[in-house]
T-cell receptor, first 113, second 111 residues
Framework: NAGVTQTPKFRILKIGQSMTLQCTQD?????MYWYRQDPGMGLKLIYY???????DKGEVPNGYNVSRSTTEDFPLRLELAAPSQTSVYFC????????????FGPGTRLTVT | TQLLEQSPQFLSIQEGENLTVYCNSS?????LQWYRQEPGEGPVLLVT?????EVKKLKRLTFQFGDARKDSSLHITAAQPGDTGLYLC???????????FGKGTKLTVNP
């Protein structure tokens, strides 16, 4: 199993541009999450999904959108990128049933200039 | 939103020393997890504790969940350079499928 994969690994965007961060998991996990990690700030939840077709906002959803059309994929869309969105983005997945285990991808480092 | 406070924020020690890092909250969590993150990588789960007073051991690492399920500690015995990393605690808000993360403790173990 590849686990959780994220692409791209690095990206530089200009202010106002848009992009999609890809996340795929091959563990058949129901739950998937998007976090951002800023220096010294831990991880903040952006959006999450408990299954295909179901998404919900986390702590910091403004400026982002998500979709979950399949169990495997959970892309994060940035519209009109802003410098405040410069961060490292992590996708994670978790099996259903109270397993309390989140598996993280390697992250995407995004810079908006 | 429930908050988790981790201390210390930074810790630099010599190989062979013992250390303890703390994770505290004024709120009750249904479970608490500890992760380790190395530079350029995603966090990796070390342990999950779910019962108040629970103690779990993972080789030289000992994890404890407070009786009231509001705090936790991670104790490392005879630290090694391979223990270097960012240690994150995360609590599950009851029934919400969401985790709240602390800001982390950055540990450096010098040879």
């Amino acid at each position: 199993n590849a686990g959780v994969t994220q692409t791209p690994k690095f990206r530089i965007l200009k202010i106002g541009q848009s992009m999609t961060l890809q996340c795929t998991q091959d563990m058949n996990h129901n739950y998937m999450y998007w976090y951002r990690q800023d220096p010294g700030m831990g991880l903040k939840l952006i959006y999450y999904s408990v299954g295909a077709g179901i998404t919900d906002k986390g702590e910091v959803p403004n400026g982002y959108n998500v979709s979950r059309s399949t169990t495997e994929d959970f892309p994060l869309r940035l519209e009109l990128a802003a410098p405040s969105q410069t961060s490292v983005y992590f996708c994670a997945s978790e099996p259903a049933g109270g397993a309390y285990e989140q598996y993280f991808g390697p992250g995407t480092r995004l810079t908006v200039t | 939103t429930q908050l988790l406070e981790q201390s210390p924020q930074f810790l630099s020690i010599q190989e062979g020393e013992n250390l303890t890092v703390y994770c505290n909250s004024s709120s009750v969590f249904s479970s608490l997890q500890w992760y380790r993150q190395e530079p350029g990588e995603g966090p990796v789960l070390l342990v999950t504790v779910v019962t108040g007073g629970e103690v779990k051991k993972l080789k030289r690492l000992t994890f404890q969940f407070g009786d009231a399920r509001k705090d936790s500690s991670l104790h490392i015995t005879a630290a090694q350079p391979g223990d270097t990393g960012l240690y994150l605690c995360a609590g599950e808000e009851g029934g919400s499928e969401k985790l709240v993360f602390g800001k982390g403790t950055k540990l450096t173990v010098n040879p």
